[in-house]
């Protein structure tokens, strides 16, 4: 903590630390190998072994019937978007990827959620190691009430990460494009910041972990025009890296940032498509209707 | 208009009545106010008597009783707010906790007495009482410490079991550091009421003339069974000195409160960053 505002200029090009130093060993592929496999958006997307596989997924608040029967797959190196109106289910899903919905008293979750081959609900499945691997962006910015160098190293800290805490702190703030703000006063209370910025220091904290997907809950929900813009710059960004999954409330955002989109309705999977193809030519008429703003 | 007289007269009714007794005190007291009634033990002889067997019993009681109360308080509170899932068991502890904050105190000495000073044969020293007066306070830390913790923002605990912490993490990482200043001051207003008491304390034993406690099992005094004792006596100059005694305790309680004061003011200033 003390050296970080002199460290950071001999660490400046220091690479990412491989997924291995942080003490994630989880058998999951790299990410290198991940890319490989799909290299290009030309490739025929069925040939793409699938970074998250949902089947059959049914979720309860207490006795509301929140997810009914949702399967899909999310594409490694994509955004994939989860539109639909209030209440459609959209976060809920998200959260089960992470199995954050758990943390919440009285849910019921059936189905499975296949991540990188693993099985997330399977009885010997720490939730602890998949929130590792599964990083999350909230709706309304949530940095901890700490230091800007805090907030991204902690999730390291406990992680047992024992590589170069300051590189990995200014690595994951230049990876959120929040480096250039925030250099000179990474001991500053994170709650100085604006909204714009604390989204992109919480994207930073997630990145910190070096997680393979990362879920965002309508992350510029909360923000105005201009720090919208530069979490979407962010996010197209990470792509080449990183598997995200966005739950969007804004139609054009979901058009310019995602690859795929996933049109959510009462708890259940309307449909899915490649986001240029959803929205010109939607299969289904509910979709349409909403896609072109005649309700939701 | 009448209306917000009438409240005031209200108002000021309290505030008058209590600076009346302040300075009715504060005027007995003074003559007996000095450094030999600080240092001195009790005695029959006024001019001999003073309280530093009572100000040291206190002392030792509320150090004894923190330690005895602070841990299992704050601990009870992140079980119940953190851990324990909702159900009737719940329920029927958090009910129970509420009702015994209202207890009235001397039923805690006949527990204290029944279950330290005799069952437990602790007999009636320092740490029957400190055990009988935490057994007081407890509920009032569980309670001020739950409403500490709930006032913690959720979105605190989903970004950091979304980064991967275990639930300890999150509570000893996060939740606790952020409820700090709202739980010291629900032990130091705790140890202030435990400070005060002298129904239980009575019923544990606490002598009125000892010497000033070694160890935690010696017997002891405190100022409020000092004060007691002393204006329990005919004679006119040991009214003074209970006057007197009761400035040290009033000066006691509100540094006290002055601490809880100021701790939670500069754990705000560190939390909101400068």
Not at chain 2, 38 to 50: C, E, N
Not at chain 2, 151 to 164: H, T
């Amino acid at each position: 903590m003390e050296t970080n505002k002199s460290s950071p200029k001999d660490a400046s090009s220091v690479p990412r630390p491989a997924p291995a130093e942080t003490g994630d060993g989880s058998g999951a592929p790299s990410r290198n190998a991940a890319r490989d496999a799909a290299p290009a958006d030309e490739a025929p997307e069925a040939d793409v072994q699938p970074k998250v596989q949902i089947d059959d997924l049914h979720f309860w608040y207490g006795d509301t019937h929140a997810l009914n029967g949702i399967s899909m797959r999310v594409l490694p190196n994509r955004v994939t978007a989860l539109i639909g109106p209030s209440g459609c289910g959209k976060s809920t899903l998200l959260r089960c990827i992470n199995r954050m919905n758990e943390l919440i008293q009285g849910t019921t979750l059936e189905g499975t959620i296949v991540v990188d081959g693993q099985d997330i609900y399977a009885p010997n499945t720490d939730p602890v190691m998949v929130r590792r691997r599964i990083g999350m962006v909230f709706q309304k910015p949530n940095p901890f009430p700490k230091t800007i160098y805090e907030n991204v190293a902690w999730g390291a800290t406990i992680n047992g990460y024992t590589g170069d805490m300051d590189a990995l702190v200014e690595h994951s703030l230049r990876q959120a494009a929040l480096w250039d703000e925030v250099k000179d006063r990474l001991d500053a209370n994170a709650y100085n910041l604006s909204g714009g910025q604390q989204q992109r220091l919480c994207i930073a904290r997630a990145l910190a972990v070096d997680p393979n997907v990362i879920l965002m809950d309508e992350p510029a929900s909360a923000l105005d025009p201009i720090a919208t813009s530069k979490v979407e710059e962010t996010i197209a960004d990470l792509k080449s890296d990183y598997t995200i999954v966005i739950v969007t409330h804004n139609m054009q955002q979901a058009s310019r940032i995602s690859d795929e989109t996933a049109f959510l309705y009462m708890g259940t999977l309307v449909e899915m498509n490649r986001t240029d193809r959803l929205f010109t030519r939607p299969q289904n008429d509910r979709t349409e209707a909403y896609v072109t703003g005649r309700f939701g | 208009m009448i209306l917000a007289v009438l409240f005031f007269l209200a108002t000021v009714s309290g505030v008058v009545v209590l600076a009346t007794l302040l300075v009715d005190v504060a005027i007995q007291a003074a003559p007996w106010l000095d450094g030999q009634f600080l240092t001195s033990l009790p005695s029959r002889f006024p001019d001999r008597a003073g309280i530093r067997a009572a100000v040291l019993g206190s002392l030792w009681m509320m150090g004894l009783t923190a330690l005895i109360s602070v841990p299992l308080g704050v601990a009870s509170a992140v079980y119940l707010e953190e851990y324990a899932q909702e159900g009737w068991l719940l329920r029927i502890i958090q009910v129970n906790i509420a009702n015994l904050a209202g207890v009235p105190s001397v039923i805690y000495g006949i527990l204290g007495l029944a279950i330290f000073v005799r069952f437990a044969a602790l007999g009636s020293s320092l740490l029957a009482g400190a055990m009988t007066l935490s057994l007081l306070i407890l509920p009032i830390i569980i309670i001020s410490t739950q409403e500490a913790l709930r006032g913690v923002p959720s979105g605190i605990r989903e970004a950091a079991f979304a980064v991967g912490a275990t639930r300890w993490q999150v509570v000893w990482g996060h939740v606790l550091p952020a409820a700090a200043p709202g739980i010291l001051t629900g032990v130091i207003l705790a140890l202030s009421r435990a400070i005060g008491e002298t129904a239980p304390l009575i019923m544990v034993g606490a002598a009125g003339l000892v010497a000033v406690p070694q160890s935690v099992m010696d017997p002891f005094t405190v100022l409020p069974i000092q004060i007691f004792n002393w204006t329990a006596r005919p004679q006119d100059e040991f009214q003074g000195l209970a006057a007197a005694a009761i400035v040290v305790l009033m000066v006691l309680l509100l540094g006290m409160n002055l601490t809880a004061i100021l701790l939670r003011n500069h754990f705000e200033s560190k939390r909101e960053g400068g």
